[in-house]
């Protein structure tokens, strides 16, 4: 794939893309429309109560959650969507009816009656959230509803990180009482309020990905360069996809004397880089032949897969007996594993065939050595005071899709001697002017490195930030450099799957963020803008 198409991205063309609704189909959006309204009457009341000194934090982390699992909207059908609609409910009926039993006010505010009910089943949740969208494209200006979405990127990826920091048992509820007074200032809907509550939940969501890696390092140690086996062996074996690394350890010591192999995948890899996974022999390595390419991983393991935590699973379910999740959204067809019960799990796994012969694979390096990036720091600073380098570029890693290596590989191919490139992922060069931290597409990780390394030493200003992808972890890290003065910003043209057009437009516009295209175009423009 040449630079000039590494944009081409197809646009679905369906009624939802083509009013510039929503990036999904109809269906889906409608009840996520429904979702979002249902969660902002509840928050309402929910701020009421608190102002009555009674709160209910595990209402909260209900919410919390429920916004958390939207950040994978795609991957769910009607009923896991219309059973979070009705938890959304439940909330807000709980309450409301919690609010007006308390309340010793004369002058109660309005009792926000809404027409719909959670009996009229699925078809009339999709009926209603129709409404909703109907009801908010006349009333809306279309700037201001793109500003909504792009605030909602903002929860999405917040709550999604909060959710990871519980991992850690650590308290959240200052978090989440921002995010839930943010929803609450939704009440009055205007530009000025939108557009610093996007301000406000990027920076947040910003700091929550340095409290996620410092936990990491507190809880599993030291973090070093570790080559991982993509290869297998003859065995029984359990694969552990998606995000939650207490999951994997504890599937680790289970396991550990019962003649199974444990497997990483997805989001996992970076696990092996830490010292406190390399405490166990039985975790052979990382299984994933096409990169998030689920579908494909899951239907060739030839033993269980427990999906953890906010897992992308992207499944179509053709492992049935043998997928097993403990996340608060079971996939269709999922077994669903209660109170982190592993036994079904590791009974499937010794029951299963497993791998009747290893497969050797090539091997990849992840992780990164703390000393070599302090010790890069400081030569970067003085060769920046002393006008040896001029400028920096810093790659995150996303997807890593041929199209994303590709674009890597040649930048790296045609920086200038004057230049330094920090990649978050490996690649093969013998350039002293290119540092490689291979964060294994761990956001969080990412957001430590760079605010250690650029941040820190105040190098924003000769800094350039790219990602040559586009999600909505990429959308709002952008967001919260855009709000630290970093205006060196270029991101991928995200496909409609992930973000509206007309939202990410607007996103573009807003921040004043380039898109990238062609490396040598991309380049020029860059250099352009450092002038000594």
Do not use: W
Request: glycine share 4%; aromatic share 12%.
């Amino acid at each position: 794939m040449n630079n000039e198409s590494f944009n081409e991205n197809p646009m679905e063309s369906n009624e939802c893309t083509s009013r510039g609704v929503c990036s999904i189909p109809p269906a889906i959006a409608a009840l996520q429309e429904l979702i979002r309204y249902l969660i902002l009457k509840s928050v309402f009341y929910i701020v009421k109560l608190e102002e009555l000194n009674l709160f209910n934090e595990q209402i909260k982390s209900q919410i919390i959650n429920i916004i958390a699992n939207l950040m994978y909207i795609n991957e769910y059908n009607e009923q896991q969507m219309y059973l979070l609609s009705q938890t959304c409910y439940y909330i807000y009926e709980n309450s409301k009816e919690k609010f007006l039993q308390t309340s010793k006010e004369n002058d109660l505010p309005p009792t926000d009656q809404i027409n719909y009910k959670s009996t009229k089943g699925i078809a009339g949740a999709i009926t209603y959230g129709s409404y909703l969208l109907k009801l908010k494209n006349e009333i809306l200006s279309p700037d201001i509803k793109n500003l909504l979405e792009i605030l909602f990127l903002t929860y999405k990826s917040a709550t999604h990180n909060i959710s990871l920091l519980e991992d850690f048992k650590i308290p959240t509820g200052e978090y989440s009482s921002s995010i839930i007074k943010s929803i609450c200032k939704l009440a009055q809907i205007n530009s000025s309020i939108i557009k610093n509550e996007i301000s406000n939940m990027s920076v947040l969501d910003f700091n929550l990905r340095l409290k996620i890696a410092s936990e990491m390092f507190k809880n599993f140690g030291n973090i070093t360069k570790t080559k991982v086996s993509f290869s297998s062996r003859k065995g029984k074996c359990i694969l552990v996809s998606g995000n939650n690394f207490f999951d994997l350890i504890n599937i680790l010591k289970l396991t550990k004397d019962k003649d199974i192999d444990v497997y990483s995948h997805s989001n996992l890899l970076i696990s092996h880089a830490f010292d406190k996974f390399k405490q166990f022999p039985n975790f052979i390595g990382h299984y994933e032949n096409i990169k998030h390419n689920c579908v494909a991983d899951y239907a060739t393991f030839p033993g269980a897969v427990l999906l953890t935590k906010n897992s992308q699973n992207n499944t179509a379910y053709l492992y049935r007996g043998r997928i097993f999740s403990n996340d608060f959204v079971t996939p269709t067809g999922v077994i669903k594993l209660e109170n982190n019960d592993y036994s079904k799990l590791i009974q499937s796994a010794q029951d299963a065939k497993g791998f009747s012969k290893g497969q050797t694979r090539e091997s990849t390096m992840v992780g990164f050595n703390l000393k070599n990036i302090k010790s890069t720091c400081e030569r970067l600073s003085q060769n920046i005071q002393n006008g040896i380098i001029k400028r920096i570029y810093i790659l995150f890693d996303g997807l890593y899709t041929e199209s994303e290596q590709n674009y890597i590989n040649k930048f790296v191919e045609h920086i200038k001697n004057d230049e330094f490139v920090i990649l978050y992922s490996n690649i093969k060069t013998d350039k002293d002017n290119v540092f490689c931290a291979d964060c294994a597409n761990s956001p969080a990780l990412a957001a430590y490195l760079t605010d250690i390394m650029i941040l820190k030493n105040s190098l924003s200003k000769v800094s350039t930030f790219i990602f040559p992808y586009c999600d909505i972890s990429a959308i709002t890290l952008a967001l919260a450099f855009y709000e630290m003065n970093i205006k060196n910003l270029y991101i991928s043209k995200c496909s409609a799957r992930t973000v509206n057009p007309k939202v990410f437009k607007s996103f573009i516009k807003n921040c004043n963020i380039s898109i990238v295209s062609d490396v040598a175009k991309d380049l020029e423009n860059m250099q352009k803008k450092f002038r000594f």
